[in-house]
């Protein structure tokens, strides 16, 4: 337990890492730092979590591990505090939406780069964060770091990257707007409020469980098995596919991945400037 962890931006994502790492036992807190310039996210971690934050991006240098969480459009900022500065045997973990490994490398100057995509569950430790890292570096310590935050899976191809964040990355708002369609539709014919939310979200968790647990079970199966003729379930689906259901989520994550490569081409060009 002798390396440090730090975080370049202690927004929303830094702090469901950290508390995650915390609350795992992976680290203790006096091996965690974190930069920000607000003194006021600063003073909320440090009586949090009781890490150690500072105003200059510098001082997370010596960290083993180097979180970069700022949003997309401050990494140029950043990479003008830290280019060349990091040392050789450092990793550097970057969870910013959009920015390929390449770029990365080419901002910072340094070679050991991890890109990953988490998603909003992080926040409650059943978060989904999918991840790849650049040539030679070792991902024991990065895995570790990212189960504080629920599952995580390694991929070797980066364009998965692109396509979890549309996936898995935009997804939980994918599937809270359906969740409000299903409790506007309860709603519509009549169900008392509070009912309709516990079925909703009891429908939801239970079939998402059992199609995890099962890995023979297949989408198709389970649909057969709650669809008989002339039944109400039919009639549903019917529906569904006349309002072009598949189509419609097909488009929205397509639009969301080529998005995500178009927030990679802007700051290639914004890097090719500075
Ligand atoms: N939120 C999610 O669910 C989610 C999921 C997956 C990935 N991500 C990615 O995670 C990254 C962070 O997201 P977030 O929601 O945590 O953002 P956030 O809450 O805005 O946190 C970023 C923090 O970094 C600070 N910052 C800005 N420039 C900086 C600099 N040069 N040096 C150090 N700190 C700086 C920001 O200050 P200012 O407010 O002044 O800019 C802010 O306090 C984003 O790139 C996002 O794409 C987020």
Redo the contacts with the bound molecule.
Sequence with gaps: MSWRLGF???????ETMIAGVLFEGVLTPDRVVA????AS?REVLTETHGIRTVAS?VDVLDCELIVL????Q?LT??FA?IAGRIPADTQVLS????APIRSLQAGLGHQRVVRA????P?RIHRGMTVWTRAEGVHGERIAEVLRGMGEEMVVDEERHIDRATAVS?TGPAIVAEFVKSMLEASNYIGMPRELSREAVLATLIGTAEMLKRDDDLHVAELIDAVTSPGGTTSRALQVLKQGRMGAVVTESIDAAYRRCGELGDDLEERLKES
């Excluded at 969480?69 to 997309?72: F, G, L």
């Design positions: 370049i931006g202690a927004g929303v994502m830094a930069s920000d310039p607000h996210r991006n969480a700022v949003k997309p401050s900022k950043v505090a969870i910013v939406a959009g995509m988490p998603n909003l992080c990355g």
